[in-house]
């Protein structure tokens, strides 16, 4: 994601009463914790979030007792209304891993945002094609000794810290994450107020037995809706005039369908969008098929269902699924990717043309960008702009989005590069946010010192190698030279407020990647990279897998390098150093740059 542009939005509350969801009741089986149909296998509850004890950033979101192997989105969306229709559902392909007594999904079907948030309904859920109960609870915080349903009111409370702490001195973790009526509200101003009930439990007729596949129908209607983040900015389904622009980041996609939302969980996905005739659907992956439907009740101007496949995995927040008035077009380019271009025909002709000829780059962005990340991950790549001012850009998988009508160029370097880098691979949780952003802001500086090469002389020439190199440097000891707040948050422990803030999330970590590469130089940097991809690719990582993917190519593995390089990412990720700049920021840097460097007497190259 691109830095986030801060956007005021006006709304009213919601009691917390209105929010909570009345389903079917559960069988008795399920309430007394018994084994009807698990077959001598202890059987229970899936937990509500896979989060760890502890976590202060949207720690309510994801579901434990099953994998996330497929997703069937079948929308059938009035683009003039803006409401998904009767016959509008999803199914989940998905795989236990314990017996289920009930499993639970994310779905945020009603906002305290009545002008822009998400208002629908839940009209039936069948599990293996039976009918099966389901209700809306509020998460508990990850971890509750208790159980999900702590009677506790505390259990269930609003907080971007940890502890709560607010009005009644909580002394819990919170349960969820604010959700900030605008950019104006205090961080922690909903700090003890109750978590809205956007937790789907699904009860089976009978326990779903741990190993087996199974699949989930979920019926609803209703508009779908933006959902309000923890800094007060809002993502999700975007009304445009036109029909919806869908970017999502971070949890987004529960404002218009039902999932497993979190970034580890990645099923592949097709995509069945019915919509009214003339209207077009942009998903994430290849367009397979495009059937026109003659006139009725629903759509008296006739209809259209546009079929999107993605062989690929997508993690929850790079979903793509907007709807509109969008000219699409492809080519299958000489690198073997097809490449989509979408534009709202809102957009004026000239800013069009504009557009297309910075879209029209793709193809040679991610050639460069495939020297130092292996092989693009993906069949397609594409991009999207929409006109909604949705307030920041979006490496939505294989379909990039820009909003507010137009596109820039420095800002597809670092969208393209997240293709590699948070959606191939993607992040375990959000504490490692930063590892994306920064690698994402990395593809910006080497655009910068691309421009810079090509100015000296061009690829292959000296004085081209050496401008890229001092582009490089030049932007490493600009961030270095940085004082004042620069260096009081670490990247690896943000807040809501502060998750898609500019120096622990993009600059710092940017720069730390700049100085890994003078650490380890081009050829062992550049496999390093490479080899995280083919390791980790289409699954997540955590922070230490990602260090130890660094570690393995220090030139020198002596032990004193290998401590070194431990306090190298404990002082750029993991530390909030004091404000003021100076001394109070990483004491350890890289050959070549500004501060200390990284080779001593004890470590050498």
Same mark, same amino acid.
């Given at each position: 994601m691109a830095k986030r542009r801060l956007l005021i939005t006006i709304i009213t509350s919601l009691s917390c009463a209105a929010l909570a969801g009345a389903g079917l009741a559960g069988p008795a089986w399920a309430a007394a914790g018994q084994d009807a149909g698990g077959q001598g296998q202890a059987c229970s509850a899936g937990a509500r979030t896979l989060s760890p004890h502890g976590a202060h950033v949207y720690p309510d979101t994801g579901n434990g007792g099953y994998t996330s192997v497929h997703t069937d989105v079948?929308?059938?969306?009035?683009?003039?209304?803006?409401?998904?229709?009767?016959?509008?559902?999803?199914?989940?392909?998905d795989q236990a891993t314990q017996c289920l007594t009930s499993f639970g999904l994310d779905f945020e079907r009603k906002s305290a945002n009545t002008a822009d948030g998400p208002d629908m309904r839940v009209n039936s859920v069948t599990v293996n094609g039976h009918a099966a109960a389901f209700t809306f609870v509020q998460p508990t915080y990850p971890g509750d000794p208790n159980g999900q349903d702590d009677p506790n009111p505390q259990a269930h409370e609003v907080s971007q810290d940890n502890p709560v702490g607010g009005p009644q001195n909580n002394p819990l973790p919170p349960?969820?994450?604010?959700?900030?009526?605008?950019?104006?509200?205090?961080?922690?101003?909903?700090?003890?107020?109750?978590? $809205?009930?956007?937790?789907?439990?699904?009860? $089976?007729?009978?326990?779903?037995?741990?190993? #087996? +596949?199974?699949? +989930?129908?979920?019926?609803?209607?209703?508009?779908?809706?933006?959902?309000?983040?923890?800094?007060?900015?809002t993502e999700g389904w975007f009304r445009a005039s036109d029909g919806g622009f869908v970017t999502t980041e971070p949890v987004g996609s529960?404002?218009?369908? !039902? %999932?497993?939302?979190?970034?580890?969980?990645?099923?592949?996905?097709?995509?069945?969008?019915?919509?009214?005739?003339?209207?077009?659907?942009?998903?994430?992956?290849? %367009?397979?098929?495009?059937?026109?439907?003659?006139?009725?009740?629903?759509?008296?101007?006739?209809?259209?269902?546009?079929?999107?496949?993605?062989?690929?995995p997508v993690a929850s927040y790079l979903v793509e699924n907007s709807v509109g008035n969008y000219t699409l077009t492809s080519r299958v380019a000489s690198d073997g990717i097809r490449y989509y271009q979408a534009q709202d025909r809102a957009i #004026?002709?000239?800013?069009?043309?504009?557009?297309?000829?910075?879209?029209?780059?793709?193809?040679?962005?991610?050639?460069?960008?495939?020297?130092?990340?292996?092989?693009?991950?993906?069949?397609?790549?594409?991009?999207?702009?929409?006109?909604?001012?949705?307030?920041?850009?979006?490496?939505?998988?294989?379909?990039i989005t820009f909003a507010g009508g137009q596109i820039d160029l420095d800002t597809l370097y670092h969208e393209n590069m997240h293709q590699w880098w948070g959606d191939n691979v993607s992040e375990s949780g959000y504490d490692?946010?930063?590892?994306?952003?920064?690698?994402?802001?990395?593809?910006?500086?080497?655009?910068?010192?691309?421009?810079?090469?090509?100015?000296?002389?061009?690829?292959?020439?000296?004085?081209?190698?050496?401008?890229?190199?001092?582009?490089?440097?030049?932007?490493?000891?600009?961030?270095?030279?940085?004082?004042?707040?620069?260096?009081?948050?670490?990247?690896?422990?943000?807040?809501?407020?502060? %998750?898609?803030?500019?120096? !622990?999330?993009?600059?710092?970590?940017?720069?730390?990647y700049i100085a890994l590469w003078r650490i380890l130089g081009t050829a062992r940097f550049t496999?390093?990279?490479?080899?995280?991809?083919?390791?980790?690719?289409?699954?997540?990582?955590?922070?230490?897998?990602?260090?130890?993917?660094?570690?393995?190519? %220090?030139? #020198?593995?002596?032990?004193?390098?290998?401590?070194?390089?431990?306090?190298?990412?404990?002082?750029?990720?993991?530390?909030?150093?004091?404000?003021?700049?100076?001394?109070?920021?990483?004491?350890?840097?890289?050959?070549?740059?500004a501060g200390p460097g990284f080779y001593t007497s004890s470590c050498r190259a």
């Open positions: 079948h929308l059938v969306y009035d683009a003039t209304a803006n409401k998904f229709l009767p016959g509008n559902h999803v199914v989940l392909t349960a969820c994450s604010p959700e900030l009526p605008n950019t104006d509200a205090a961080a922690d101003s909903q700090n003890g107020q109750q978590c $809205p009930a956007n937790k789907l439990v699904i009860t $089976p007729k009978t326990p779903v037995r741990d190993g #087996s +596949v199974f699949t +989930v129908k979920v019926s609803y209607t209703g508009r779908p809706g933006v959902h309000n983040d923890g800094d007060g900015t529960e404002d218009w369908m !039902p %999932l497993n939302d979190h970034p580890t969980a990645k099923p592949t996905y097709d995509f069945y969008d019915t919509v009214n005739a003339g209207k077009t659907a942009v998903a994430n992956g290849r %367009l397979e098929s495009m059937t026109r439907h003659a006139p009725n009740a629903e759509f008296p101007g006739g209809s259209a269902t546009w079929h999107w496949h993605s062989q690929a #004026s002709a000239a800013q069009q043309k504009k557009n297309r000829a910075i879209m029209n780059r793709q193809q040679d962005i991610t050639d460069f960008e495939s020297q130092f990340n292996g092989p693009f991950p993906f069949s397609s790549d594409g991009i999207i702009i929409g006109t909604p001012e949705a307030g920041f850009e979006e490496e939505m998988q294989t379909m490692m946010t930063f590892f994306k952003e920064g690698m994402a802001t990395l593809g910006e500086y080497l655009f910068a010192a691309r421009v810079a090469e090509t100015k000296a002389g061009g690829p292959g020439t000296p004085a081209g190698r050496k401008a890229f190199q001092d582009s490089l440097i030049k932007q490493f000891d600009t961030t270095y030279a940085k004082a004042g707040s620069f260096w009081t948050a670490a990247p690896s422990d943000p807040t809501p407020y502060g %998750l898609f803030d500019n120096a !622990p999330t993009y600059e710092r970590p940017g720069a730390a496999t390093a990279l490479r080899q995280i991809q083919r390791h980790y690719g289409g699954g997540h990582i955590t922070e230490s897998q990602l260090e130890a993917g660094f570690r393995h190519w %220090l030139p #020198s593995k002596s032990a004193a390098c290998r401590a070194r390089l431990s306090q190298f990412f404990t002082q750029w990720f993991d530390t909030a150093h004091p404000s003021g700049g100076g001394t109070s920021r990483p004491a350890i840097t890289g050959p070549g740059l």
